[in-house]
């Protein structure tokens, strides 16, 4: 897939404030600070699209930019820490679980995860609870730079040995990382195919 535009739709504090569900969507969630914004810029293309902040907690809506005119690339607040009050980021959550559980054009959602990192808590019990639900989702594993090959590799496996305790089988998986620019062409690659399969579908 070729992005040849990307531009940003709304922002919106809640299910009933997003665009009308006529176009498939494709979400991108994950812990404070996991690079989800740098992510996003680089699939699109733009670096400029999704803000970036050193400060967790930035993304504190549901952002719709419109890709190519026909699909929806939304960014969601991250989970996990992040430096506001207690009620806001109870906010957050319920309003990001909502969009979730609720939103009928939802085709896919990316759980970015940091590679550098042993799976978190906070990240296997997100994972399960979209499991429980039937919400389809991927993994992407972030900042793969940060890491030689073989603790990457190292890494990656020890995330699917803690799954596959629960897990019947994996969820499709890309590794990516924004100064590579490793997994663009994979993680659009599976956009496309899952947006014609959606709408054969409909």
């Known amino acids: 897939m070729i992005i040849h535009s990307a531009f940003f739709i709304r922002s919106s504090p809640s299910l009933k404030q997003c665009p009308d569900p006529v176009k498939p969507e494709f979400g991108f969630i994950g812990r404070s600070n996991v690079g989800k914004s740098s992510l996003i810029n680089m699939l699109t293309g733009n670096s400029r699209l999704a803000k970036i902040s050193g400060n967790p907690g930035k993304t504190r809506t549901i952002n719709h930019f419109l890709i190519n005119g ?23 959550i319920k309003s990001v679980e909502e969009y979730i559980l609720k939103r009928q054009n939802l085709v896919c959602l990316f759980v970015l995860l940091d590679s550098r990192h042993k799976p978190q808590k906070s990240d296997m019990s997100f994972m399960e609870s979209l499991g429980r639900n039937e919400i389809p989702f991927a993994r992407v594993f972030t900042k793969s730079d940060k890491l030689s090959a073989i603790a990457l590799e190292k890494s990656i496996h020890y995330y699917d040995s803690e799954m596959l305790k629960i897990w019947e089988s994996l969820p499709v998986t890309f590794i990516s990382s924004t100064i590579n620019k490793t997994g ?3 993680i659009l690659g599976f956009i496309e195919e899952t947006i014609n399969n959606f709408s054969n579908a409909v």
């Open 70 to 92: 026909s699909w929806y690339l939304v960014d969601l607040p991250g989970y996990g820490f992040a430096r506001v009050p207690v009620k806001m980021r109870e906010k957050w």
């Open 184 to 186: 663009t062409e994979e």
